[in-house]
Every structure is written in structure tokens, then in C-alpha cells.
């Protein structure tokens, strides 16, 4: 009995920890840069005081140049952050969602390959 009730613990644990897989958007006539599109989304909503900025660098993230932005991109927790999968913490933290059409620029920035 206890090895079953141990062996069930186990999988419930395990299957709360599975990330949502990130969200590919179908990015078709959608070419964001960083200079015009995307940094002036991360400046208002994660490059602030405290968080991703060069001096805070929250969780190891300088968003608040490209090459930070471009770097960050390459981590999972970046989209899955900003896109409120579950298993990643949702950004920005205390701030409400971002709007579907800035999370789709983002996400559509990341699959282009950073474009500057």
C-alpha cells in the first residue's frame, strides 16, 4: 500500500512539473525587428527598474539591449514566460498579461531569428 501511494505521489509530482510546449506562430507578413518593433515592448514591460534591465539583470536577463534580447531569446523560459505557459513563471511579474498581438511580435521576432 505504501509503495502504491508513494509510486502515485511520484507521478502526480512529475506530471505537474511538465512545461506547455511554446506556441509557433504562423508569422507570414510578420518581420519585427528589435529597433522598431520589440524593444519598445521590453523597455515599457521588462526592462524596467528591478527587473530585466542592465543593472537588475533579474534571473540572469538584460533585456534592455539587443544583444541581451537576442541572448535571452535563446532560452525556453523566455517565450514560455511571456506567452503564460504553465511550468514557466508568467511575465511580466505583477503586471498583467502582455496583449496577444505584442506576445504574437515577439514570438514571431524569436522564429525569424532576431532580426536588429
Known amino acids: 500500500m505504501k509503495r ?9 509530482f512529475v506530471a505537474g512539473c511538465k512545461k506547455d510546449s511554446i506556441t509557433t506562430y504562423d508569422c507570414s507578413g510578420v518581420t519585427p525587428t528589435y529597433t522598431a518593433n520589440i524593444k519598445p ?34 532560452n525556453s523560459s523566455f517565450l514560455g ?19 496577444d498581438a505584442d506576445i504574437k511580435l515577439i514570438s514571431c521576432w524569436v522564429q525569424n531569428g532576431t532580426p536588429q
Open 41 to 74: 515592448i521590453l523597455d515599457a514591460n521588462c526592462a524596467t527598474i528591478g527587473c530585466h534591465n542592465a543593472s537588475a539583470n533579474s534571473s540572469g536577463f538584460n533585456l534592455s539591449s539587443y544583444s541581451g534580447a537576442k541572448s535571452a531569446s535563446g
Open 81 to 99: 514566460s511571456i506567452q503564460y505557459k504553465s511550468g514557466y513563471k508568467q511575465m511580466p511579474q505583477g503586471a498583467g498579461k502582455l496583449s
Open 4 to 12: 502504491t501511494f508513494f509510486a502515485l505521489s511520484v507521478l502526480v
